[in-house]
């Protein structure tokens, strides 16, 4: 379960919107951007960003993922009685619970603006525990002990407490490897803790000592929907021209939209499934996502030897920290302090050959720059989102912030106009 926090800050504009993005940290482009919205969007906004043509070379030989960009969209939203098994003096006591524990993972009952904003961005996952299979029982009620051997179950239910403290791990597989020991750092140094590379006592007991918190299950029974199979998918072409031609950019299969959905390592997702057709009524067994941070976040740090980035709050207090790649030796990123400019919703991409020809890449997750751009003071240089999550931290980018998808989403409906971005 988790405390919901009071919100006071949104982002500027929310909504379908494309955006023309050009050169992420490359020199080849201005950048010149005209945002366009839909019908139910509000506002419109001219937006002066840039993304890195570079970045769509890093990615045009991925095998990239393809949904509709509206996929996860319109969840259910019955599944409100609490069970019995919840901690109801929390309630009495006047603690926000979160959604979570009630069935609904990424709820958000609040009336803020920032939960108003990302209850738009994520879509909301109702889920049963009923009949769970004897490995998520497992997950679900593993435990670190001093010496103990982090096995795919006890490493689930580490990332998942790292997760639900805000500090994420990318795509959750249940190993014990880089971004969750960058996570775990990250969990250290916000509870001024020691910063180990192994996990131990006081750590362990600083992410269980929120008992609402420890009565949520990380794997939990989510059965499939006509739109979660039915989603839009495409072969992603590998030359520039071809992706042009495409109405959007979407997932290429089925399983790599359900990895990004429940924020899974998408061989780990047919691991727990290893009997599914993963057809519409199936029961499959998810990752439970929880919910993101809700506290507006005035500054970030992307730290390029540690490769996270790291959000704070107006009072300097760290928030969230997320796993990132930021920059390479060929295109690194820029140095100093820059600010937010402007915050885009599934943005196009115009990528320029080396003869000067622009071809403009159609909005959608397998975007060179996911379905997200943060774009900064400085031009041509952004935080966006990435269509190889499963990579993050594992590949280069050029000269951005790269973030998972979902990552993405979640700092857009939090970062505040005009924020802080440091690079160090």
Known sequence: MYKLNKLSQIMMAMGTSAVLLTGC???????????????TTEQSTTAETSANQNDMNANSEMAT???????????????????SDIDKSLIESGDDISPVTRGISQKLDGNSKTETALSKLLPEIEYNTDNLSERATKANEATWTEGAKIDQNLGTKIQALLNWNHHGVGAVDGRWGKNTIKAMKAFQEANNLP??????????????????????????DYQLTDDDINVKTTKIPSGAEEKAKLEAMYYESVIEALGEKFHIDTDYLKALNPDSNFAAGDSIVVYNPGNPNTTPVSRVVADKAAQTLYAYDSNDKMVAS?????????TPSPTGTHDVKVKIHKPNYTYTSDEGKKSILPPGPNNPVGIVWIGLSKPSYGIHGSPDPER??????????RLTNWDALALLGTIEDGATVEFR
């Open 25 to 39: 940290g490359g020199s080849n482009d201005d950048a010149n951007a005209q945002q366009t919205t839909d019908n």
């Open 65 to 83: 993922d393809d949904a509709a960009m509206n996929a996860n969209a319109g969840m259910d939203d019955s599944a409100n009685d609490m069970p």
């Open 195 to 220: 910063v180990t590379d192994s996990m131990n006592t006081d750590t362990w007991q600083a992410l269980t000592q929120d008992s609402a918190l420890m009565q949520q299950p990380v794997l939990v």
């Open 322 to 330: 997320y796993p990132t790649t930021v920059g390479s030796t060929s």
């Open 392 to 401: 993050i931290s594992r590949q280069a980018s050029a000269g951005c912030v």
